[in-house]
């Protein structure tokens, strides 16, 4: 199977050989010779889901158009197309261990914290037996659980929003952290730890308080995750307006009924429908 | 995993969507390359259970069985090529053709060997079968017929689909049966066509295979880390892994995905299929035998990807509508074929029997 198969495919020139077509601009050609094109060093992201076919044709621009329809996004390449100022950071890589007949086997457990210091923070933990695994892959799924942060005032409305716009709260395991909107100049009032993710998250000035064992910093940091994660959760009275509802992007971009989706009413849509 | 896999990994596309090839190509899209012209299939097989309009080609495999000596065995994958049948399951269909084992022929076993020995060392397993299919040609003419078939075989999978076998052997006498040029039947739709070809999954585990993530991993990174003890993260445990839009069985979907991202099918016969979600449907039993179904190979989410891309962006594109992440295809366990070639043995030694597809979907809620 495996000779036959091989000679009529032709050469083995590596993967995509031939393929260089496809969201090059020239999609309206069926076929032709454009054939080449394709990079050695970066190996191109073919798609999996339907979200990351229509994120990869750049029809959809920002990652706010996937959190109004809360669409779960499942390929971290879409984050990082979506938000191009991403950093990240890797917090703590501690060893955990387990017991087995033969002795204990340690694998590392990576904390990594990505950010574009501007309303967009993810947090990602990975365990596994090598160190470089771990962070590499701390750093896909960090990517995956990137989540808006909403900011706001603390008093007078002026300027660009500096600080969460109330209390909230959020709690991983025993730890509670509390962040209290905070007035411009205070900067980030929490412990060390805390304060990386409300740096990458684009938070300027919050007071914190903590509870529980603090000790346990995984718990922690995770708690400051959920915390921020509540941000957006929180009705305040700009949104007591009755909300337009828009069509999701699978919607919009089928000619075709697609899947409904819980409670979405299909009104006027605010984007034109392309071809 | 102890079973091998087998990727199916593009290779060029096709000069034209609606060319022919012979039925030991692997190729996605393009025109079902039948073994024979007349197959015996009914109509109503190769139509839509739900709209009834002509099914077009998805994939094509050549799939033989080399633990059961089955060397003609052809899987086809047929999908409705209207956009409105697309996300439902009934929409597919999945066709095992193959030759009924009680008749063999000179072509199976004659492609790597060199036939120019005379027909005694070569025709001795297939004496029998001989007789019955070429009774009047004698000693001389068969030599060169059983040549020349050889030599068209070796010519046809070593050539890009293009008609070159008869320039090459030029001393091949004409009367060989080699594939005709059949009359294209232009309402059969068709989608774009790329032929294939096959690449073991080396898949080294757990760390060794790189992601497809440019990131670069500084060992000063993980030092300035490990000297910071001011604070002790204690009570850490092993955690799995978790992110708020994918569970782990996607990720491990996604992570097999990276380390092969253009791959369009996996093979693997009897082995375990990749899942995407934790769900899925029994696969049944055979319906013409009875025993139970078995992994055989699965489409994946890059192949409605190149189809896609390769489309013309009309409305009425089936790929486009396309959701799946994984298309898995169990086939009979025991290769059962129809024994209807009572009558004339040498005109219907196909066998066509129906397999079982199971789709996995994306989903949004």
Excluded at chain 1, 15 to 34: K, P, T, Y
Excluded at chain 2, 132 to 155: S, V
Aim: glycine share 10%; charged share 25%; net charge positive.
């Amino acid at each position: 199977m495996a000779d036959r198969g091989g000679q009529r495919g032709g050469d083995r020139g590596g993967f995509g050989r031939g393929f260089g077509r496809g969201g090059r601009g020239d999609r309206g050609g069926r076929r032709g010779g454009r054939r080449g094109g394709r990079q050695q060093e970066e190996e191109k992201w073919v798609p999996v889901t339907k979200l990351g076919r229509l994120v990869k044709e750049g029809r959809i621009n920002k990652i706010e158009e996937i959190y109004l329809h809360s669409l779960p996004v499942k390929e971290h390449q879409i984050v990082e197309q979506l938000v191009p100022g991403l950093k990240d950071e890797v917090m703590k890589i501690t060893p955990v261990q387990k017991q087995t007949r033969a002795g204990q086997r340690t694998r590392f457990k990576a904390f990594v914290v990505v950010g574009d210091c501007d309303g967009h923070v993810g947090l990602g933990v990975k365990c596994a037996k090598e160190v470089a695994t771990a962070i590499r892959g701390a750093i896909i799924l960090a990517k995956l659980s990137v989540v808006p942060v909403r900011r706001g005032y603390w008093g007078n409305k002026i300027g660009q929003p500096h600080t969460v716009p109330c209390k909230v709260t959020g709690k991983c395991g025993s730890v509670t952290v509390r962040m209290v909107p905070a007035p411009r100049g205070s900067g980030i009032v929490a412990a060390r730890v805390p304060k990386k993710v409300l740096q990458f998250a684009g938070i300027d000035d919050v007071f914190t308080s903590s509870r529980g064992s603090t000790k346990t910093l995984g718990n922690f940091v995770k708690a400051t995750f959920d915390c921020l994660m509540k941000t957006y959760g929180f009705l305040t009275p700009e949104f007591w307006t009755e909300t337009k509802y828009v069509k999701t992007p699978f919607q919009e971009f089928t000619d075709l009924l697609a899947k409904p989706t819980k409670g979405l009413l299909i009104d006027a849509p605010t984007e034109t429908v392309e071809a | 995993m102890a079973e091998e896999v087998h990727l199916g990994l593009p290779g060029p596309w096709a000069a034209d969507y609606r060319e022919k090839a012979d039925h030991y190509t692997t190729k996605i899209g393009g025109v079902p390359d039948w073994p024979t012209v007349d197959m015996g299939i009914k109509p109503e097989t190769l139509q839509c259970s739900l709209c009834g309009t002509k099914l077009c080609l998805v994939a094509q495999v050549h799939a033989p069985v080399a633990k059961l000596n089955i060397e003609e065995r052809i899987i086809y994958v047929l999908v409705c090529s209207t956009p409105q049948c697309g996300p439902k399951p009934q929409s597919w269909k999945v066709l095992r053709v193959q030759k009924c084992r009680n008749v063999m022929q000179t072509e199976g076993g004659g492609d790597e060997l060199g036939q120019s020995n005379g027909p005694p060392s070569t025709s001795v397993p297939e004496e029998q079968n001989d007789k019955n299919k070429i009774p009047e040609i004698d000693d001389d003419d068969f030599d060169l017929d059983a040549l020349a078939e050889a030599l068209e075989q070796a010519a046809t999978l070593a050539s890009n689909s293009k008609k070159k076998n008869k320039s090459k052997h030029a001393n091949a006498p004409v009367k060989c049966p080699v594939l005709k040029e059949q009359a294209c039947d232009p309402s059969i739709p068709v989608l774009p066509c790329f032929y294939i070809y096959y690449d073991k999954e080396l898949f080294g585990g757990k760390g060794t295979v790189g992601s497809s993530s440019s990131e670069l991993v500084l060992d000063k990174e993980i030092m300035d880390t490990a000297n910071d003890e001011e604070e002790k993260w204690e009570g850490e445990k092993y955690e799995y892994d978790k992110a708020i839009g994918a569970d782990r069985t996607f990720l491990k979907f996604k992570k097999r995905l990276d380390a092969y991202p253009q791959q369009c099918f996996r093979y693997s016969y009897g082995g375990k299929p990749l899942m995407a979600t934790t769900k899925l449907q029994d696969p049944g039993t055979c319906r013409l035998c009875g025993s139970p179904r078995h992994y055989e190979l699965q489409l994946m989410s890059p192949l409605s990807y190149f189809l896609h891309e390769a489309g013309d962006g009309s409305s009425n594109y089936a790929p486009s509508s396309w959701t799946w992440l994984t298309v898995i295809i169990y086939t009979c366990s025991k290769n059962c074929c129809l024994s209807s070639c009572g009558g004339n043995p040498q005109s219907c030694c196909w066998g066509v029997a129906e397999e079982e597809i199971l789709i996995q979907e994306d989903e949004v809620r």
